[in-house]
């Protein structure tokens, strides 16, 4: 057995899932519980029915690929097609890193596969840690501090899951000026936007790609649309960064399914606009803000996703994970212990519940910090 | 970059496709021509629109991987549902092998894709030929010889890509016999069997996991159901080894999609035997017998899956790569050069395309061929 999967350690995100039982409360899991639009289905359904349902090329359907780069600006050659975006975020560590050289700087809190991927493939990672004093506030300056001489990928979460947080503008340009000053040895920033349409600030910041020529960018419908099982998602960056990236995407599953193809391509050139879901995220979010505040909870307010990060009270705050297990035990509600994200003495509350389940699990937690 | 990448040559057969132009005769790739059922995609589509599109569990849906292990007569604990047997391959490799300590032993001829994930993943690899006068015949005793102390999988393809050879009965009970007396230094068996259902042979012969117990199995609905871009197949082995493989799974690509995986269940659990297509292919095989026949082309006959090895006359039989883009400017015939598989002197003809292009294209081959 290869020893680096050994050495991995599980996931905590869905350990305490698997403790759920029927009628607990989840606001655990990153789970849209709206429906899909089920009219990309019926015209994907329509492609198949005329023309089978044979392989794409390994970069993805032509069509799509060109569907994706006009709503990114860019040309399909800078679009690799890939299953979800988190086999973008493998590709791009894979393809853009040398494990016997290289480091990936992750900045925390952070999800945690970045970390393993990193591990699973040999690579040295290490991470940067905004403040939690400032509820972990962009911080361009700190990142540039981290970086190092082997550093040649920073890992860069807008909006960040767990904390919600976006970075504006004037940060971002603190970064790629920061990095641009470091000439041929500057890194690839590869931003994770998988939330970028659930952006709640205006007006909302220009992207990093704009900014910085190394840029690669994952992204994917799942949490945009609804359809974190469509498995389809797209890494974007400059040619030849994408001609490798789909060398070892072909290795690792050939392409992403021809259905999920069309289904997207109906998406993207559909004329609805990619955040049509945002205004019932908003109006979530504001339920969620004025019942936290309600409630006196702790917490940093979101300015994009669907998390929460609430501040746990002193005699939780050395120990997440056993605040999360006991949680559960006292009063059936799933939360993510934020250990699991790198940030001790914090609760991940994921707020794509229904309004009445989200409101209800918020009056468990409180009533269970108070204790 | 990845240096390992730079150093991946580029595929053989996605470049001789990639001259392909409108009205040239495909013999090349492996890509069934005939349609898919429609009935699983409107069952999977009714799935959609009851239950919304969310993530399955990292291994697959519940329900599929106990309709799988129903098919195998194995425990779902035993099946990983994945993004087609492209990342059932590399799941196993990169799961089970050590790249400090562990040699993976290919059967060649073989897809080329097999060395090239062992080199992606830093592997040692190292091929075993089978004889080409004997057509390439199975042969478990060169296979026992060529076990080195490193050796820690052997790749088996049965039906085989590109000879179209299966192993007989009698030869995989020498190999798991020989297997078996190596004792805790065994290695494992990684069987490729998506040409499982293409099989021409009566009686078929039992599956090799059936005789040895460290077997991994992958396949897929590509080539058995004409769905190659539905991207669905599965690994199945031990349980231990299997929760390794999700372990790399859920990094690589979280879960394979949940549309397809509707899909697959509609057909696991179909009235339909799996091999219903199999009549088709043995039809196809019956008119390019006869074709090779008569037009003295000398061949390997093919005993499952839809490829036919040509052997090339003298003076092409140093350069099939030559001979491959020669016979495709003279005669707008795609095939695929031998060299790809390690069988130089070879062609691989695909025959799945409709009985008249493959009639036409059978001809110019010969035409070509004779000079």
Chains 1, 2 share one sequence.
Not at 2 to 23: C, D
Not at 90 to 116: G, H, N, R, V
Request: aromatic content about 6%; hydrophobic content about 45%.
């Amino acid at each position: 057995m290869n020893p680096v999967l050994e050495a991995i350690p599980g996931s905590l995100i869905r350990a305490l899932n698997a403790l759920k039982r029927p009628g607990d409360i989840d606001l655990g899991m990153g789970e849209p519980t709206i429906r899909p639009a089920l009219r990309p289905f019926e015209l994907a359904a329509a492609q198949i029915a005329a023309h089978g349902c044979p392989y794409t090329p390994n970069a993805g359907d032509p069509a799509l690929r060109a569907a994706i780069a006009a709503r990114y600006a860019c040309r399909p050659e800078q679009v690799c097609v890939t299953v979800g975006s988190q086999e973008a975020l493998w590709l791009a560590i894979k393809a853009m890193l040398d494990p016997a050289a290289d480091e990936l700087l992750i900045i925390s809190p952070a999800y945690p596969a970045y970390a393993k991927i990193a591990q699973l493939e040999g690579v040295a990672c290490r991470e940067v840690g905004l403040d939690p004093a400032t509820g972990f506030a962009p911080d361009a300056a700190r990142v540039l501090a981290a970086i190092g001489p082997r550093t040649r990928m920073v890992l860069l979460a807008t909006p960040a899951n767990p904390t919600g947080r976006v970075w504006p503008d004037d940060q971002l340009d603190r970064l790629a000026e920061g990095l641009q000053a470091l000439g041929d040895a500057r890194p690839w920033v590869l931003v994770d936007e998988v939330y970028r349409e659930l952006v709640y600030l205006t007006p909302r910041p220009r992207p990093f790609a704009a900014r910085y020529d190394r840029t690669l960018v994952t992204n994917s419908l799942s949490k945009s649309h609804a359809l974190t099982g469509l498995r389809l998602g797209w890494l974007l960056g400059p040619e030849a960064a994408i001609a490798a990236a789909v060398k070892a995407h072909q290795f690792v599953n050939t392409a992403a399914s021809t259905f999920s193809q069309h289904v997207a391509h109906a998406i993207m050139t559909g004329d609805e606009p990619l955040d049509a879901q945002r205004p019932h995220y908003e109006a979530q979010r504001a339920a969620l803000l004025a019942q936290l505040a309600s409630l006196g909870l702790r917490h940093v307010p979101p300015d994009g996703a669907f998390y929460c990060m609430v501040q746990l009270p002193d005699r939780w705050a050395a120990d997440s994970v056993a605040c999360a297990h006991a949680l559960l035990d006292a009063e059936r509600v799933v939360t993510v212990p934020g250990a699991a994200f790198g940030a001790e003495g914090w609760l991940r509350l994921s707020w794509v519940a229904e309004r009445a389940q989200l409101a209800a699990g918020l009056d468990r937690v409180a009533r269970f910090l108070r204790g």
